[in-house]
């Protein structure tokens, strides 16, 4: 069954409706646009809760009928949602990986963190020629330095060992 | 006037001055296709350097990275789904899709020529209508840029996607989005939660990339060694030629060019705004809207062309008034100052020579894009797409991260791009459009000053919004894109109606 026009609404609804909340404390003329704007998201969003509520009732009756006749036919198409996310390991392993060089990159370095990142995030994803890693890693990051602090001269965090 | 233009020729086809063009463009582009990088900040750490050359020599420099830059954006827009410029975005709409089904090639072929076509027009209309075109913009108040806010923001949530009411609500989304921060009227703090970052508001491009840049790359490392690009049949020099794209554009390339003139005219109008309403004519005219989106080539002659038009249009105002209509412009009358030259109406009497050569020198860096786009971009940034994805994804995340946090050095705004490619992400699969969420990000703040400006001035009497000329026909144009799309509705409603009676 397909919730998500429904929960989607719904939280388009909580949006809005915090908006005009939040807003309407703000000073004079201030409030107009978030008030509106809060309202709006409101008002559209009821369109979609609707459509979610129908579509549910309607997929309620086919699992009904389905249960009825009993076909495999019917109980395949009552539940043929795509997942919301296609691969949760690959793509919880991206996500870590990161927050976790965001969160080194400071204290590490930009260029060092980077590398790292690379090369690690490389091998987790599947790639398994450490010539193609290296080699690619090394240049990219070559690129980078010479482009952002040889001829940009864009202050970049510093490596934790150049760092006095 | 003509007379000048044409003694200003050989001043702008000196040697030293076709150097400056060469490099200047060269530089746009690379500047350009680098997310972070804008043209803005290479022109400002530039011209300190050009101090000791003539004058023409520094804006040749500029007008190179000025129209480079312009079609550099499209380059990670196209390959990676990464508008290098905001001025892209409306590029990434069809741009990607066709890198994604081996069309890459095609699709950088078509932005090359767009963006060039479109600067040629733009800087034939600064040569011949500047003048005249700068009366224009003295007509647009307050209550003309309100409507011109409203009008992109209502067309793009209608008309982008296929749910109209999913399509306003990630617009009205984005002007939530584009609220946080300090009331720049009143002062006010708004949705900052007593947070020291948030009182800035959101970076445009922190938000522009993690929505747009970050859900794809998640993608492609889900999909890992699945193909996720159709790099077999990427071909680096697709057929089909110049005339070939002449013949399939030029009704496009004349229209979005037109509007991009028009837009760039306006102060405080940039490319994107060009860029998107360009787009979204190119959709509403064609025979086949529902291709837009899927990798219609002609949704990026739209956007390339229309948003190369503002460039040189946008220096209209700036030439002929004194009065910068963006911030490269502001730039460009910085560079006059620089070199002892007063902008405003008798610059044109005191150097004609500058003038006028700077005129040919942005048409002729929009010509320089058709060889070294095609050459830089399709034959060297196109290798990208051969690199296994299983490397393309944590390259792509770096440059990202580089990109983001060159804009403000902080750390911070890495996260909130990750968050906000999470929300991309969430609402790409749930079938929200993600252009509109921008769009409200960029246009809602526009609307909202421009709004409580005019309620000022016109001691908050609402009927000056639909009593002045200009006003009344953005209006009209407002309600002639909102009854369209209501008749497409209905229609669709009764033919469906009819197709399940026939069943």
Same mark, same amino acid.
């Given at each position: 069954m397909n919730y998500r026009d429904l929960f989607s609404g719904i939280a388009f609804l909580i949006i809005g409706a915090s908006t005009v909340w939040m807003g309407k404390d703000f000073f004079a003329d201030a409030a107009y646009v978030p008030i509106g704007a809060g309202a709006l998201m409101g008002a559209f969003s009821l369109p979609l809760i609707w459509r979610g509520v129908k579509s549910i009732l309607a997929a309620r009756a086919m699992t009904d009928s389905t249960k009825a006749s009993n076909t495999e036919a019917h109980r395949t198409q009552a539940h043929a949602v795509p997942a919301l996310v296609d691969h949760p390991a690959r793509f919880a392993t991206t996500l870590g990986c990161c927050l976790v060089y965001y969160a080194a990159m400071p204290i590490v370095g930009f260029y060092t963190t980077s590398a790292l990142f690379i090369s690690l995030l490389a091998v987790l994803l599947g790639e398994r020629r450490p010539a193609v890693v290296a080699g690619i890693t090394l240049g990219f990051i070559t690129l980078l330095y010479a482009l $952002? &602090? *040889? *001829? #940009?001269?864009r202050p970049l965090p510093v490596e934790f060992f150049l760092a006095s | 006037m003509f007379e000048s233009l044409l003694n200003a020729l050989p001043v702008a086809l000196q040697f030293e001055s076709l150097i400056s063009l060469f490099v200047g463009t060269l530089i746009g582009i690379l500047i350009g296709a680098l997310p972070g990088l804008n043209p803005v900040m290479a022109i400002a750490l530039m011209l300190p350097l050009t101090y000791g050359f003539d004058p023409i020599i520094a804006l040749g420099l500029v007008a190179g990275i000025y129209n480079g830059s312009m079609y550099g954006g499209s380059i990670p827009a196209i390959l990676l789904n990464i508008p290098g410029t905001p001025a892209a975005i409306a590029t990434t709409f069809d741009g990607y899709p066709m890198t994604r089904k081996g069309e890459g090639g095609l699709a950088l072929k078509t932005a090359c020529w767009s963006s060039a076509i479109g600067g040629i027009v733009s800087a034939l209309a600064l040569m011949t209508l500047a003048p005249m075109l700068a009366k224009v913009t003295l007509a647009f108040g307050p209550a003309e840029y309100f409507w011109v806010a409203v009008f992109g923001l209502v067309s793009i949530a209608l008309l982008v996607g296929k749910d109209a009411s999913k399509g306003m609500l990630c617009a009205l989304l984005g002007v939530i989005i584009g609220l946080v921060g300090v009331d720049t009227i009143s002062g006010a703090e708004r949705f900052t939660f007593d947070t020291l970052y948030l009182v800035g508001g959101f970076e445009l491009l922190v938000v522009l990339i993690g929505l747009y840049a970050v859900p794809p790359v998640l993608e492609m490392a889900e999909k890992r060694n699945e193909s996720y690009f159709n790099a077999e049949s990427f071909r680096v020099s697709p057929g089909g030629g110049a005339l070939g794209l002449l013949r399939r554009h030029w009704r496009t390339w004349s229209r979005s060019s037109l509007i991009g003139v028009a837009v760039g005219i306006l102060p405080g109008a940039g490319g994107n705004l060009a860029a998107l309403l360009s787009y979204n004519e190119a959709k509403r005219k064609s025979s086949e809207p529902e291709s837009f989106g899927t990798g219609n080539p002609v949704g990026i002659a739209a956007a390339e062309s229309g948003n190369s038009a503002d460039n040189a249009a946008a220096m209209i105002p700036s030439l002929t008034l004194g009065i910068p209509g963006n911030l490269i412009a502001a730039l460009v009358l910085g560079a006059l100052m620089i070199h002892g030259l007063q902008p405003g109406p008798q610059l044109f009497t005191r150097a004609p020579d500058v003038v006028f050569g700077f005129m040919w020198q942005m048409l002729l860096t929009a010509m320089l894009l058709l060889l070294l786009g095609g050459m *830089? &971009?399709? %034959? #060297? $940034? &196109?290798? *990208? #797409? %051969?690199?296994?994805s299983a490397l393309l994804v944590p390259t792509t995340l770096v440059l990202m991260a580089v990109g983001v946090y060159t804009v403000n050095g902080n750390v911070m705004d890495l996260y909130v791009m990750l968050g906000f490619g999470l929300l991309g992400y969430l609402l790409n699969r749930l079938g929200f459009p993600l252009a509109p969420v921008v769009l409200g990000v960029l246009l809602g703040p526009m609307a909202e000053q421009n709004y409580r400006l005019t309620m000022l001035i016109a001691q908050n009497d609402w009927t000056v919004l639909f009593t002045r000329p200009i006003s009344l026909g953005i209006v009209a144009l407002l309600a002639a894109v909102l009854l369209s799309q209501l008749w497409k509705t209905l229609r669709q409603r009764v033919r469906s109606a009819a197709h399940s009676q026939q069943r």
């Open positions: $952002f &602090a *040889v *001829v #940009l001269k | *830089v &971009a399709t %034959r #060297l $940034f &196109a290798q *990208v #797409l %051969r690199m296994p």
